[in-house]
């Protein structure tokens, strides 16, 4: 089972308060370059690095998904899969330019014009070549332990590999819709000799051919820990010689500036599938970087090791939901210095580092911002608050504007109706326990959603039921008036980093956000914008424009301000 089906999330079924190995690796780095990056939503300039990154996988991925016929030498395999690396280099050229030329905030250091189509090439190669020693171990193998089920027609594993001749595995299929009509199959079959005889190379690709993304599956590929606070997703799963071993692709070499983090990932997807898998340990966990075809193996944590990776996750995970309160101080006194590491960005805005610093934040730091009527500091944004009431009805999960199913309920405070949601999946599973009786809810975070006021609730919300033994732990607490409640902020400054996302939904929908960060000197916070709120005007924007914002929705994410644009009621001005 190389993915499971997906738990509460968002419409590619993540959320910022899950732990990844993303998310590990760049904490194991540097916690400041996480929280700016992954907590506060940070971006930087996308390198086209990062774009070819996915698109080889992806296309490494296609050629291991095609069937040889007739194909009776390993040299004869090379030649033939080397000859689909060149057509899938174009393939994976094109694919990679519109990426590239769609995305809003580029790395202006870097051209499209500088990459080659034979180094594309190149590298597919070098990850077929790796494959290529699976096909030949398996037929000096005469097949591995498979081999006749496989020409039975049966498949040893509940997930089959992917291929090309086959119908794809949806994680869930009811989603699909019009999924008995379509017509998944290329024309590609494997002719499987009788029982006894021994392994042809077509049957050896075949059979050491691994588990990979499925690029025709549209959800969510990942394994999910049975509570929902981690996930991962694999790249490759070999498994034909009755041996489990997970495989990292790395689209540069050991001597990367990331390379010390692949150990973590590893050991982290070889945790996850031992809590997925009922305790299995893997067999082997390798990395394989296609710009030198290296193959780089690492020992597997034993069960007294994975006890104590489970323990050490749990840990990081709870540091990385304490992280950030309210509008975030930028730049400020982080807990932890940042520790210089790959991919620290935004960690030296403020610290004057000529070294690590780029041009952009020199020129940001120069920036003198100006507020106006009736703009507000975002710092004085209204955060928790605290309010007595009675709970009227109760509902969900229900899915929130993320698509990812929360909690809700109807509240009466002082006579008004007020829905109490979930801020995200999972952040108060404990709401619907508390039907009966007067109520004080206490940590709330206070917003809207289109047009009609919320209170969401995390982890630090509490709710106290007001039964006589209750009363005197609530005398402290100061009550907020509803009328007094913020929904709504104005807010004015600098673009400093935006981007834009989409995809589609489990149930195929599409969906499209923009996400950008807007600071005013002070603190900053994310500005996001859905579907048919995403206008030409806010896609247009570049970091370090100046805008101001009228009447936008006040939301929350990971504890952080989120201000959401209403475009009914939101007004952007960039400001000359």
């Known amino acids: ?93 094109q694919l990679g330019k519109e990426n590239w030329d769609s995305t809003i905030w580029q790395n202006t250091e870097q051209s499209w014009e500088d990459v080659d189509v034979e180094e594309l090439a190149r590298k597919i190669k070098n990850g077929l070549s790796l494959f290529l020693e699976e096909v030949e171990n398996c037929y000096n193998s005469n097949g591995g332990p498979y081999l006749e089920q496989f020409r039975k027609g049966e498949s040893p594993f509940r997930i089959p590999s992917p291929a090309w001749g086959e119908e794809p595995v949806f994680p869930i299929a009811d989603k699909v819709r019009n999924f008995g009509m379509r017509s998944w199959s290329k024309d590609e079959t494997i002719t499987w000799k009788k029982g006894g005889q021994p392994v042809t190379w077509d049957e050896a690709w075949e059979i050491a051919r691994p588990w990979v993304k499925d690029p025709r599956v549209h959800q969510p590929q990942r394994l999910f820990h049975p509570d929902g606070w981690a996930a991962g997703e694999l790249d490759l799963v070999l498994r034909w010689d009755g041996n489990i071993r ?41 990395g394989w970087y296609l710009d030198n075809s290296v193959r780089t193996q690492y020992e597997v944590p034993s069960n007294l090791e994975m006890a104590k990776l489970g323990k050490k996750y749990k840990k990081i995970h709870r540091e990385m939901l304490d992280l950030g309160e309210g509008p975030v101080k930028f730049p400020d006194d ?176 599409p969906w499209a956000m923009v996400n950008l960060h807007i600071w005013d000197g002070s603190h900053v916070a994310e500005v996001v914008a859905f579907g048919s709120s995403i206008t030409n005007q806010i896609t247009e924007l570049s970091p370090l424009d100046r805008i101001k914002i009228v009447s936008a929705e006040l939301g929350w994410r990971s504890s952080l301000p989120q201000l959401r644009i209403d475009q009914r009621s939101t007004r952007l001005t960039k400001i000359d």
């Open 1 to 93: 089972m190389p993915f499971g089906t997906p738990p509460s999330g968002g419409p590619l079924s993540r959320t910022r308060t899950r732990l990844s190995a993303s998310s590990l690796t760049k904490y194991l780095r540097c916690p400041k370059q996480f929280f700016l990056g992954n907590k506060l939503g940070l971006s930087s300039p996308k390198s086209i690095y990062q774009v070819l990154g996915i698109a080889l996988e992806d296309s490494i991925c296609s050629i291991l998904m095609s069937r040889p016929v007739s194909i009776n030498s390993l040299e004869g395999l090379r030649e033939w899969c080397y000859n689909l690396a060149d057509e899938e280099a174009k393939h994976c050229f």
């Open 246 to 286: 997970l495989i990292d692709i790395k689209s540069g070499n050991p001597s990367s500036k990331f390379a010390e983090s692949l150990i973590h990932q590893l050991n982290f997807y070889a945790w996850l599938w031992h809590e997925t898998h009922e305790k299995q340990i893997v067999d082997g966990i390798e």
């Open 334 to 509: 982080y807990p932890e210095p940042c520790k210089k590491s790959a991919g620290c960005f935004w960690c030296s805005f403020g610290e004057k580092d000529l070294e690590q610093e780029s041009d952009f934040l020199t020129n940001l730091e120069q920036i003198e911002v100006k507020i106006s009527p009736p703009s507000q500091k975002i710092g004085e944004i209204q955060s928790r608050i605290n309010v007595k009431g009675r709970f009227t009805g109760q509902w969900g999960p229900l899915p929130n504007h993320y698509s990812e199913p929360v909690l809700g309920a109807m509240v009466s405070v002082s006579g008004t109706q007020i829905t109490v949601e979930e801020s995200e999946p999972n952040s108060f599973p404990k709401l619907h326990d508390y039907s009966d009786g007067e109520v004080m809810i206490t940590n709330a975070l206070p917003g809207v959603w289109r047009g009609n006021s919320r209170l969401y609730l995390d982890h630090k919300s509490e709710i106290i039921s007001l039964k006589e033994d209750n009363i005197e732990s609530t005398n402290n607490l100061e009550l907020t008036r509803i009328g007094l409640m913020r929904t709504r902020a104005n807010v004015e400054g600098v673009v400093i980093s935006i981007a834009k996302r989409n995809g589609v939904r489990l149930d195929e929908k």
